[in-house]
């Protein structure tokens, strides 16, 4: 795995859904050690933004958003974003257990572009992603975030099935 600058950079695209808590519980529970950044993407719909910080980030993302703050539902409100208690509950055990610097990265737009951007931008050593399990003809109507993610990353992907 790649080595930024002497710390470890571990990404996990959440969206909240059980698929995403499976992914992030497997990284904090497989990958994530003392010392590395766990770093939670997610991606919400392009749209036209009035208020809040999403108008201010909308093209970048936002800043690097702290464990304690993304806890925070007045905070996560000016984003859009309502995290659900088992993502939190990871995502603060990851931090106080395993000694990991707990993040969060919001982007607006297309998911499978957001989460390539992201690997980049950020940089991350390796992504982890959960796999809805949709069947071919779903799939191919759909397309699949995952699919995408691993054929187009600039770093090591884990789709963790569902």
Not at 23 to 44: C, F, P, Q
Not at 51 to 70: C, D, H, N, R, Y
Request: aromatic fraction near 6%; charge should be neutral; glycine fraction near 8%.
């Amino acid at each position: 795995m790649a080595e930024c600058a002497g710390e470890r950079r571990v990404g996990v695209a959440v969206d909240f859904s059980a698929c995403s808590q499976k992914a992030l519980k497997w990284a904090v529970d497989n990958v994530v050690r003392e010392g590395d950044h766990l770093i939670l993407i997610t991606i919400r719909p392009e749209g036209n933004y009035e208020q809040g910080e999403m108008q201010l980030w909308e093209a970048t993302g936002s800043p690097l958003i702290p464990v304690k703050e993304f806890s925070d539902p007045i905070i996560m409100k000016k984003y859009g974003i309502h995290p659900d208690a088992n993502t939190l509950d990871i995502a603060n055990t990851a931090a106080a257990q395993k000694g990991a610097v707990v993040l969060m990265k919001i982007y607006w737009g297309d998911a499978r572009e957001k989460i390539c951007e992201a690997i980049d931008n950020i940089p991350l050593s390796c992504l982890i992603i959960g796999n809805r399990g949709l069947g071919k003809i779903k799939r191919a109507i759909l397309g699949s975030v995952s699919n995408y993610v691993v054929n187009n990353a600039s770093c090591p992907v884990t789709v963790v099935k569902q």
